[in-house]
Every structure is written in structure tokens, then in C-alpha cells.
């Protein structure tokens, strides 16, 4: 069983800063991609970003020059650092991983930018 722990949600005002962690309990190695995804409140959820087992990176145009993807392996732990946070940022998020043994994803943590 492939668990992925999300932490780093929170409350942060526009403009501000915030790092979002996906700790895996298998090597991020098995897996082809890992992404975030985000939920705002009333809406559909959408693909923030991408990142691929050989360290290539995808951004949503809304995100993009503001969210970095990033992943620590030795911790087996992707990042999300999010950058000039706007209110339209307000969402939950979510981490995946995709793999041929199956797609996973995390619990989901709670983002919420103040105006």
C-alpha cells in the first residue's frame, strides 16, 4: 500500500509565501510522475504541476513563474513552494503519483489565501 502524506496548508495572506509537502512511503524512483492537483471551493479539480521520474517539470499557465515543483529523494518528498499567493490560489491540494502498479494520491490539505 503506497501512502502519500501532504503537509504545509495553511492560512496565508496575498502575496505571501508557502511550501506544501507529499512524503511518499515508497521511493518517488517507482514512480513515472508525481503531481499536484488543486480543488477550489465550487469547482472542478484541476492540475497544478508535473513531475516526471526523469526530472522534467509542467505548470499550469495560472501557476506558472509563481509554483515550483520540486522533490527531495533521499526523503522520498516532492515540494510544492508557492510563491506570490493570490486569492483564486484557495483550493484543496492534492498530491498524486502515477505509476503502472496504480495512481495514488494524498489526503488533501487545505490552502487558503486572505485579500
Known amino acids: 500500500q503506497v501512502q502519500l502524506v501532504e503537509s504545509g496548508g495553511g492560512l496565508v495572506q496575498a502575496g505571501g509565501s508557502l511550501r506544501l509537502s507529499c512524503a511518499a512511503s515508497?521511493?518517488?524512483?517507482?514512480?513515472?510522475?508525481m503531481a499536484w492537483y488543486r480543488q477550489p471551493p465550487g469547482k472542478q479539480r484541476e492540475l497544478v504541476a508535473t513531475?516526471?521520474?526523469?526530472?522534467?517539470?509542467n505548470y499550469a499557465d495560472s501557476v506558472k513563474g509563481r509554483f515550483t515543483i520540486s522533490r527531495d529523494t533521499a526523503m522520498n518528498t516532492v515540494f510544492l513552494q508557492m510563491n506570490t499567493l493570490k486569492p483564486e490560489d484557495t483550493a484543496v491540494y492534492y498530491c498524486?503519483?502515477?505509476?503502472?502498479?496504480?495512481?495514488?494520491w494524498g489526503q488533501g490539505t487545505q490552502v487558503t489565501v486572505s485579500s
Open positions: 498524486n503519483s502515477q505509476a503502472l502498479f496504480g495512481d495514488y
Open positions: 513531475i516526471t521520474r526523469g526530472g522534467s517539470t
Open positions: 515508497i521511493k518517488i524512483w517507482s514512480f513515472n510522475a
